[in-house]
C-alpha cells in the first residue's frame, strides 16, 4: 500500500506576503483559521469505537467521545396495558375511528417511560499553548484517504505544528505537537467536562505524565449509572512537567506526544477493569512510540480507504485554491467546483471508517445520528439509532464503496436487541420472534420511542435493519454468515409477523403503525373528518418490509439449500401471498396508506411509500415497470410539495432518482443539497445547523447509484450518469453484489470502458447505460456470464 504523507501536500506562495498551503480540493479539508464553532468547523477523526474532533484555535479544544457514553443504565419500557389494548385499538382503526384510536394507542400503548438513553459525550482536552495574539501562515487540515488531521501555524517566529491520528490498531487517539525551535513549547493541559464529574487529576511521577478523568452519567451509583475513566499520558523527552489539580503543565518541549484512551462499565464493569485496559493500550502505544502508531494507524485507515476511488473532473483552480468552508459557500450559489463533490464522497467513506469498526470487542457499537462526534452531555435528537431511515442511511455506501466490514457493528447491536426485542413482542403483542420500534439506544432497548402520533408506533424497525444482514451476503457471499447470523434472524423477524398480523381483506396486515413521520386528513366518511391522523393499519411500508423479509428469507433458504419441509420455510411461503401488494392512486402514484388519504404534506421529508425504490428493489425499472413508474409520480409529487427540506431527506432524494435512472434529476438533487445543507466541515445538517451524520453517508451512496448499481440481478453500469454535468470521469474500486469489483470510465457524457474482476466467481449479468451494446473481452455480451473466481473482464463499447 501506497502512503500518501504530508510530503505529497503541495505547498504554493500565493501573491499576498502570506504563505498558504495548497491541499489537493479532491481529498483534504483545509482551513485557514480555527473553527470558530464546533459543528460548522471541527474537524473530525475516529477509530471506529473513539471519536475526537479538532478546532485548532491557539487555546486547542480537542472534544472527546467514546462510543459507550451514553446517559445511563438499560431501562425496560413496556406499556402494562399494550396487550389489552391492542384488539381494541385495531376495532377501533378498522371502524374508521381514526382520532379516538390515535389518543387511546398514545395513552395504552405507550410506556410510561418514553424516552431511550442519549449519546453523551466523555469531555474536552484543553490544550493551552500559551499563543495569545496573531497566528501567522495559519494552516488546518483533515486528509479523508488517510483519517489524519493537523493544525500548523507561526507565532513569534517559532513553527508550531499538531498532528491527531485516531488509531485501529492500538484502540488510541494520538497527537503530536511540535515547535521548529528547540524548547520552545510549553502546554497546559486538563479535561473538562459539563457536569457528572467524578474525578479529575493530574498526575506526574518519575517518567509517568498523565491527566485522567472519571465521570458518570449521573444516577445514583445503585441504579447503575454509566461509568467512564479517560486518561491521556504525554511524553516529551528533556520537557519539564508539573501537576496542579486537574491541569498538566508541560514546559521546555521540543516535541510533545499525547496517547489517549477512555472506557467504560459498558464492557469493562469493574473501575480496576477498566484501569486495566487503559493502561494495556496506553502502554503499549507509549512503548510503541508515536512514529509507529501514526504508521500503523495511517496504513490501517489507507487500507481500507483506498480500496475505491473518484475522479468527476477538475474544479476551477480559483475554487480548488480556496479553503472548504469557503468552497461551501461558494457551492451555495455556484456549482462548478466539481471536485467538491469528490471531497464530500471521500468525507462520507472517511467518516464511515471512523465511525463504524469491528475492534473485536464483544459488542461494538453502529455510526449513530451523530456517527460518533458530539459535544454535549445529551446529542442532538438523543444521538440515537433511529431506524426508520437514519441508522439505515448510515450503512448504504458500506457495500457499494467497498467498506462492507463497517457494517459487522450494526449487527452486534442488532444481537444485543433481538432478546430484547423478543421480550417486547411477548408483552406487548403476545408473539413470538423479535420487534423493534423506531429507535434503538446503546442497550438495544427496542420500545416505542418519544410520543408522536406520525413515528412511536411502528412495529417495523427489525424488519428493515435486517435487510443489511442480508445485503452483508450479496455484497459478499459469505454464507458462513448467512447461515450462522442472517437467516436465523430473518426466521425470528419473520415469526414475529406470522403473529402480528391479522386477517383484513384477504390480507395478513400490520397495525397500529404508521408511515415514518408522515400524517393524513381523516377522511369524510371516519371520524373525526378532517383532523389530522398518523395511526392506522396496512402501511403501504409495512408491506414493502414485510415482503422484503419473506423474499429474503426464502432467497436464503435457497442458497443455504434449505428442505422445503422445514417449517420457517413453509410458513414463509404461506405467507409471502398473504401480503397486499402495493396500491397505486387516482393520480398514477404509489398509495403511501390503505385508503387515498389526503397527505397532511405533500411534500413530506421521509419517502417512507417509497422504500421499495430505494433502499428496497421491488420498484426497479428493471424489475416492476409500472411500479417503477407509479414511484416516480410519487417522487415528482413529493419534491413539487418541498420535500428534500432536511439534509437527509435530499440525499435521500439522490439515490431514489438514480435508481429510476433519472441523472440529471439525481444531480439536481445534489446541487440542492450543497446550496443549504453541509456546514464549514462539510457535515451534513438538519436544515443549515444540527449536524445530522446522516445525510453524509447518503450523499456518498447516492453519487455512487448514477454510477454503479447492483440490486436488481444485474450489474449496471453508469445506469444514472448526469452525462451533462460530469461529461468525463472515472471510478475505481466499487463493488456490487455478488462480489464483483467493478472500474468504470466515461467520455463525453457516457460509458467508455470498465473492468469487472470476479472476486468470488459466480454468475455475472451486465448492463450498461439504458440498454447500450458492449463487448466483454472482446466478445459481444449476449446475456450472462458463467465467471471464474479472481478473473478479470474487460468491457468497452
Ligand atoms: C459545543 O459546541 C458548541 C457550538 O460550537 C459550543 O457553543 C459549546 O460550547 C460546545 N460545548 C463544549 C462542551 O465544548
Ligand atoms: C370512537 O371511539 C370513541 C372511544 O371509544 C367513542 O367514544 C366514539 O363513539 C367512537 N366514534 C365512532 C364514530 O365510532
Ligand atoms: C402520551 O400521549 C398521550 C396522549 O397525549 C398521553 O395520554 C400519555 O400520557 C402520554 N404518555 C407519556 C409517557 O407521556
Ligand atoms: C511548519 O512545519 C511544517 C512541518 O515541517 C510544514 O509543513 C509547514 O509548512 C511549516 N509552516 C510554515 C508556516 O513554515
Ligand atoms: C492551566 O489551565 C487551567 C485551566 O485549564 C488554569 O486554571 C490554570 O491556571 C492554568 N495554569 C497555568 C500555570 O497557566
Ligand atoms: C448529572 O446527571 C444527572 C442525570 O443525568 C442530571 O440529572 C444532573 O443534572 C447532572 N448534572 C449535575 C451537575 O449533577
Ligand atoms: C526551561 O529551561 C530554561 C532554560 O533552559 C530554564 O531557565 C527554565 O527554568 C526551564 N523551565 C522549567 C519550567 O523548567
Ligand atoms: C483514574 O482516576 C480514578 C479516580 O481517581 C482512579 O480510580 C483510577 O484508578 C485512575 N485510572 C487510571 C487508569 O489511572
Ligand atoms: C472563478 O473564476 C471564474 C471564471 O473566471 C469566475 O467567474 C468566478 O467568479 C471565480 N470564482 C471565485 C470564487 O473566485
Ligand atoms: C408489478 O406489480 C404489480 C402490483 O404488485 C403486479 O400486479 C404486476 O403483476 C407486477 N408486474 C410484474 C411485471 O411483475
Ligand atoms: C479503459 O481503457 C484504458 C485504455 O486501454 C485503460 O488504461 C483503462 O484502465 C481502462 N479503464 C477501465 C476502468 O477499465
Ligand atoms: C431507455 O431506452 C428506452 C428504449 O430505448 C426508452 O424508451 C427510454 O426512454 C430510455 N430511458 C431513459 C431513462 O433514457
Redesign the pocket.
Same mark, same amino acid.
Given at each position: 500500500m501506497k502512503l500518501h504523507g504530508l510530503s505529497e501536500l503541495v505547498l504554493t506562495l500565493t501573491l499576498t506576503s502570506q504563505c498558504q498551503a495548497v491541499l489537493d480540493g479532491s481529498r483534504f479539508l483545509w482551513y485557514t483559521s480555527p473553527a470558530q464553532e464546533w459543528e460548522q468547523g471541527a474537524l473530525p477523526i475516529g477509530n471506529g469505537r473513539l471519536g475526537g474532533t479538532i478546532y485548532g484555535g491557539a487555546d486547542e479544544v480537542f472534544t472527546l467521545n467514546e462510543n459507550t457514553i451514553w *446517559? &445511563?443504565p438499560l431501562q425496560d419500557r413496556v406499556s402494562a396495558n399494550a396487550l389489552e389494548a391492542l384488539p381494541i385499538a385495531r376495532e377501533m382503526l378498522l371502524a374508521g375511528n381514526i382520532s379516538a384510536a390515535g389518543d387511546y394507542i398514545q395513552r395504552e400503548m405507550s410506556p410510561p417511560e418514553k424516552s431511550e438513553r442519549a449519546f453523551s459525550y466523555f469531555g474536552n482536552m484543553d490544550l493551552a499553548f500559551g499563543h495569545s495574539g496573531q497566528l501567522e501562515n495559519y494552516l488546518r487540515w483533515l486528509d479523508t484517504r488517510q483519517g489524519n488531521a493537523g493544525v500548523s501555524y507561526m507565532y513569534g517566529g517559532v513553527n508550531y505544528t499538531r498532528e491527531y491520528i485516531a488509531s485501529f490498531p492500538a484502540g488510541v487517539l494520538a497527537a503530536r505537537f511540535t515547535a521548529s525551535k528547540q524548547h520552545a513549547l510549553t502546554l497546559n493541559v486538563s479535561f473538562s467536562r459539563?457536569?457528572?464529574i467524578s474525578a479529575n487529576l493530574a498526575a506526574s511521577t518519575g517518567s509517568v505524565h498523565s491527566i485522567n478523568m472519571t465521570g =458518570? *452519567? &449521573?444516577?445514583p451509583a445503585s441504579q447503575n449509572?454509566i461509568l467512564f475513566t479517560g486518561k491521556a499520558v504525554f511524553v516529551a523527552p528533556g520537557a519539564t512537567f508539573q501537576a496542579f489539580g486537574s491541569s498538566l503543565l508541560i514546559a521546555n518541549a521540543t516535541v510533545i506526544d499525547m496517547f489517549f484512551d477512555a472506557e467504560t462499565n459498558y464492557r469493562y464493569s469493574t473501575q480496576a477493569d477498566r484501569d486495566a485496559e487503559i493502561s494495556r493500550k496506553l502502554g503499549n502505544a507509549v512503548s510503541q512510540g508515536y512514529d509507529r502508531v501514526k504508521k500503523e494507524a495511517l496504513d490501517d485507515a489507507c487500507a481500507l480507504l483506498e480500496r475505491a476511488s473518484l475522479d468527476l473532473g477538475q474544479s476551477p483552480a480559483n475554487l480548488t485554491s480556496l479553503p472548504t468552508n469557503e468552497r461551501v459557500l461558494n457551492s451555495r450559489t455556484d456549482f462548478s467546483d466539481i471536485e467538491l463533490t469528490t471531497l464530500t464522497w471521500n468525507y462520507g467513506r472517511h467518516l464511515l471508517v471512523a465511525s463504524s469498526r469491528n475492534t473485536g470487542e464483544t459488542i461494538d457499537m453502529p455510526a449513530n445520528l451523530q456517527g460518533t462526534w458530539n459535544n454535549k =452531555?445529551t446529542a442532538a435528537w438523543g444521538g440515537k439509532f433511529t431506524i426508520n431511515i437514519n441508522t439505515e442511511m448510515n450503512y448504504w455506501p458500506a457495500g457499494q464503496t467497498n467498506l462492507i466490514e463497517t457494517q459487522e457493528p450494526l449487527f452486534d447491536l442488532m444481537k444485543v436487541a433481538k432478546p430484547r426485542g423478543e421480550s417486547m413482542a411477548q408483552r406487548m403483542y403476545g408473539c413470538s420472534g423479535t420487534v423493534f420500534h423506531h429507535n434503538l439506544d446503546l442497550w438495544g432497548d427496542p420500545g416505542p420511542t418519544d410520543n408522536y402520533t406520525s413515528s412511536t408506533m411502528w412495529p417495523m424497525g427489525a424488519a428493515w435493519l435486517v435487510q443489511h444482514m442480508l445485503d452483508h451476503y450479496r455484497f459478499t457471499g459469505d454464507k458462513t454468515f448467512l447461515a450462522n447470523t442472517a437467516y436465523p434472524y430473518l426466521v425470528d423477524v419473520a415469526k414475529f409477523y406470522e403473529c402480528y398480523t391479522f386477517n383484513w381483506e384477504g390480507y395478513r396486515i400490520a397495525g397500529p403503525s404508521l408511515s415514518p413521520e408522515n400524517a393524513f386528513v381523516v377522511p369524510a366518511n371516519f371520524s373525526i373528518a378532517g383532523k389530522t391522523g398518523a395511526m392506522d393499519v396496512d402501511i403501504s411500508m409495512d408491506n414493502q418490509l414485510m415482503t422484503d423479509v419473506f423474499t429474503g428469507l426464502i432467497e436464503a433458504a435457497a442458497v443455504l439449500g434449505i428442505s422445503d419441509t422445514d417449517p420457517d420455510l413453509q410458513a414463509a411461503k404461506a405467507f409471502l401471498p398473504l401480503i397486499r401488494p402495493p396500491q397505486i392512486g387516482s393520480l398514477g402514484q404509489i398509495l403511501e396508506w390503505r385508503y387515498e388519504y389526503q397527505e397532511k404534506a405533500k411534500g413530506h421529508r421521509h419517502l417512507s411509500p417509497l422504500y421499495s425504490l430505494h433502499p428496497g428493489t421491488k420498484f426497479s425499472p428493471l424489475i416492476n415497470a409500472t411500479l417503477s413508474k407509479a414511484a416516480g409520480v410519487l417522487l415528482d409529487r413529493r419534491l413539487a410539495g418541498g420535500s428534500g427540506s432536511t439534509g437527509w431527506s435530499r440525499t435521500w432524494f439522490i439515490n431514489q432518482y438514480a435508481r429510476l435512472y433519472r441523472g440529471a434529476d439525481a444531480w439536481e438533487m445534489v446541487r440542492a443539497w450543497f446550496k443549504t445543507y453541509p456546514t464549514g466541515n462539510l457535515w451534513n445538517t438538519d436544515s443549515g445547523s444540527n449536524f445530522q451524520i446522516d445525510g453524509n453517508f447518503g450523499f456518498t451512496s447516492g453519487i455512487t447509484e448514477m454510477l454503479l448499481q447492483s440490486h436488481a440481478g444485474v450489474v449496471h453500469l453508469l445506469p444514472a450518469l448526469p452525462g451533462q454535468a460530469i461529461p468525463n470521469g472515472s471510478v475505481r474500486g466499487l463493488k456490487a453484489r455478488g462480489n464483483f469489483e467493478v472500474d468504470i470510465e466515461w467520455a463525453d457524457g457516457g460509458f467508455k470502458n470498465a473492468t469487472v474482476v470476479a472476486v468470488i466467481g459466480g454468475e455475472l449479468k451486465l448492463r450498461v447505460e439504458n440498454g447500450t451494446s458492449f463487448s466483454v473481452n472482446g466478445e459481444p455480451y449476449s446475456g450472462a456470464l458463467a465467471t471464474r473466481k479472481g478473473a478479470k473482464y474487460t468491457i468497452a463499447t
Open positions: *446517559s &445511563g459539563l457536569e457528572n =458518570t *452519567s &449521573g444516577q449509572p =452531555t
